[in-house]
């Protein structure tokens, strides 16, 4: 038998509201992309919801609205994908980063509090050229679906006259609250933009797309205004009746916009998100009670938080088995149980190593764990049978290399 990593849930629901888009003949940014960001800006309770072609694409134009630009220090994680870093570089601007929890795989706060204390004395923190100007913008990242310690992020925020920006591209849904007796919190409302996801592994999906949502009406109108080659009116509606052919460029932007078609699945998808999530969070359940008594560091979800489960990365424990990471995961391949690795750290990576003069030591409790990560497939739907493979395929080979 063999496991893919992921497969969207698509259902006749998802057929029949892209076909309904198909045969309306309006195919591209229409009415079905603003009723899918109404819906959404009310599902996460943020006052405005941009949608957009990639998460990549919220995270740059949420970076161009808070006027980052050439020389610039802005605060990323290393512990994160590619998009996080690579928009701080679209501006010439400097990516600070910041190691990571070595719990949940967050932001930690530590790491960014002593990277501003140091910036802001005048000192020196790792990879930063002379010369770069001080943060005005944090982006964290919350790893996996876990939402990462919100509360410190916002007293940085604060502390530091800081713009924050959510990297939340695992999330959706996801909550957290300020203890195990307060309020829930939705991941979409607290920052000044969060950045969505809906990637095709995603926990919903559009194929391609995302979202940006925010509750400052300028910053929303710039993103919007950005978003479609900065035309200067909803350039979508000059082929309606409620629109006109004319428009003015306002500002040089982007090609960013979402399709119907797209959102048209998006709708689907998030009229099912709390029933999709519910299945990732039993697909995780029994992950977790199968692979307890293995030399596995397994995720999990504190009481004060509510995770999504796009990924389930576990940490082996290399000094009780016979074998590294990639040997392991070499040997789930051979027997048909896809997986990833999420991720090897952005100050490792060539690019940012070599600009920088970066050094692995210098976040070291990243780059102590990245060779310890592997991510398992976890995705609604996921059947019986193959939750049995991946679990007794992995059982089976930690206890066969044991020290």
């Given at each position: ?21 198909l045969?309306?003949g309006w ?165 000044l ?27 929303a ?28 460029v ?20 998030l ?30 979800e ?45 100050h ?16 070291p ?38 020290r």
């Open positions: 038998m063999t496991v893919p990593f992921f497969r969207p849930s698509i259902t006749e629901l998802e057929i029949e509201e892209v076909l309904a888009s045969r309306s195919l591209t940014t229409g009415p079905r992309v603003k009723e899918f960001e109404r819906r959404f800006a009310e599902t996460v309770g943020a006052k405005h919801a941009i949608a957009l072609n990639s998460c990549t694409a919220a995270l740059h134009l949420a970076l161009e609205a808070v006027g980052v630009g050439r020389g610039d220090g802005v605060l990323v994680p290393t512990m994160t994908f590619a998009a996080t870093a690579e928009v701080v570089r679209y501006f010439d601007a400097v990516p600070i980063f910041v190691d990571c929890d070595p719990v949940t795989l967050c932001p930690d706060p530590t790491s960014i509090r002593a990277a501003l204390e140091a910036l802001n004395a005048g000192r020196t923190w790792p990879g930063v050229p002379p010369g770069t100007k001080p943060p005005r913008v944090l982006v964290t990242m919350h790893y996996g679906g876990l939402v990462g310690a919100m509360g410190e992020y916002r007293r940085l925020a604060d502390d530091f006259n800081l713009q924050l920006i959510e990297d939340a591209a695992h999330t959706m849904p996801a909550a957290f609250r300020a203890d195990a007796t307060a309020p829930w919190e939705a991941v979409g409302g607290a920052s933009v969060t950045c969505f996801s809906f990637y095709a592994n995603k926990c919903i999906t559009t194929g391609e797309g995302g979202m940006a949502t925010t509750n400052d009406d300028a910053v109108a710039r993103m919007r205004l950005m978003s479609l080659h900065g035309m200067d009116r909803d350039a979508w509606k000059r082929y309606t009746d409620q629109g006109s052919w004319y428009y003015e306002v500002a040089p932007g982007f090609k960013y916009n979402m399709t119907d078609v797209a959102a048209a699945l998006g709708l689907a998808q009229g099912r998100h709390q029933t999709l999530w519910a299945e990732r969070r039993q697909v995780a359940g029994r992950l977790t009670a199968a692979l307890a008594d293995l030399p596995l560091e397994l995720p999990f504190p009481p004060d938080r509510q995770h999504s489960w796009h990924l389930y990365s576990v940490k082996l424990r290399l000094n009780e088995l016979r074998i590294g990471r990639d040997q392991f995961l070499d040997a789930l391949k051979a027997r048909g149980i896809a997986h990833s690795v999420h991720w090897q750290p952005l490792m990576m060539p690019y940012y190593r070599e600009r920088y003069a970066l050094r692995a030591e210098d976040f409790v990243a780059a102590s764990l990245w060779p310890r990560l592997a991510s398992l497939p976890i995705f609604a739907g996921m059947t019986t049978d193959e939750l049995a493979e991946v679990t007794s395929t992995v059982a089976a080979l930690l206890r066969a290399n044991l």
